[in-house]
């Protein structure tokens, strides 16, 4: 199975109020992706989660009665980041999703549709959360002659933080006068070095779009930042110097 990605047939359109997108994510600790599927009841199925984007204002988490608690966490850090305020909209198959209570998030999910004859129903699970495939980060750079190309710089490797092994870059992959696109496989990074030229900074948000479509991946939230001004997250994706070594055991007394 894919590690995320989109359905076919999609085209970057923002989320708003007349083009709502919907997203899953299904997974288990130890993977975890999420794909953008079509704004449709029968492309939601009780055993994964589903985010609906309706605008910035306008966010809700809706977990399948089957879901587990690694695909709600990851669902509700990734509406977050939708989310203009944080002001999330959670609703529980079977607890708080009724037709009547949760009515403005139904009505982007109609039981009937024009095209479609039969009634629309949410499904089953379709598969097992143990198969989903892990997406690894990768690092691009933006290209700075108006091309809206990129160039693939690495994949994340597992490096030891303290007591687990997360996927980092090399903090030196970020050159001053370029700039980057990291993809997280949650979120979009947009990295712009302090000497990158004046256009690619400019056309920053179109390489995503690029991306996105050349790549079929999910309209991710996307946060763009200047050299200087990264956040804790993004930094986390980074290290400075070698891999850390597990620690020493304890000597003994022979």
């Known amino acids: ?44 199925n009780g055993g994964d989660v589903f985010i609906l984007v309706a605008g910035a204002e306008k966010v809700w988490l809706w977990c399948g009665v089957d879901s587990n608690k690694d695909e709600r966490a990851q669902g509700l850090k990734v509406a977050r980041d939708f989310c203009a305020h944080d002001h999330v909209k959670t609703l529980d198959q079977g607890q708080n999703d009724g037709e009547d209570e949760a009515k403005d998030f139904w009505k982007y999910l109609p039981k009937h549709v024009s095209q479609v004859k039969r009634s629309l129903k949410i499904k089953k699970e379709s598969y097992r959360d143990s198969l989903v495939g892990r997406f690894n980060p990768v690092l691009y750079k933006l290209a700075n002659d108006g091309s ?101 055991s304890p000597a003994t007394n022979a």
């Open 148 to 248: 809206h190309s990129f160039q693939h710089v690495a994949n994340a490797r597992m490096i030891r933080s303290v007591a687990i092994r997360e996927p980092k870059f090399k903090r030196y992959l970020l050159q001053q006068q370029h700039a980057y696109l990291l993809d997280t496989g949650f979120h979009i990074f947009i990295w712009l070095g302090k000497e990158a030229a004046a256009s690619v900074k400019h056309d920053a948000v179109s390489h995503v779009h690029s991306y996105i479509e050349k790549h079929k991946r999910p309209e991710l939230p996307l946060t763009i930042l200047k050299a200087g001004f990264e956040t804790a997250r993004f930094n986390n994706f980074f290290y400075d110097g070698a891999e850390s070594l597990p620690p020493a």
């Open 1 to 44: 199975y894919l590690a995320g990605g989109v359905d076919s047939g999609f085209h970057h359109v923002d989320a708003s109020d007349k083009e709502p997108h919907l997203y899953r994510v299904k997974g288990t600790c130890k993977s975890v992706a999420i794909w953008q599927v079509p704004v449709r009841r029968d492309s939601m």
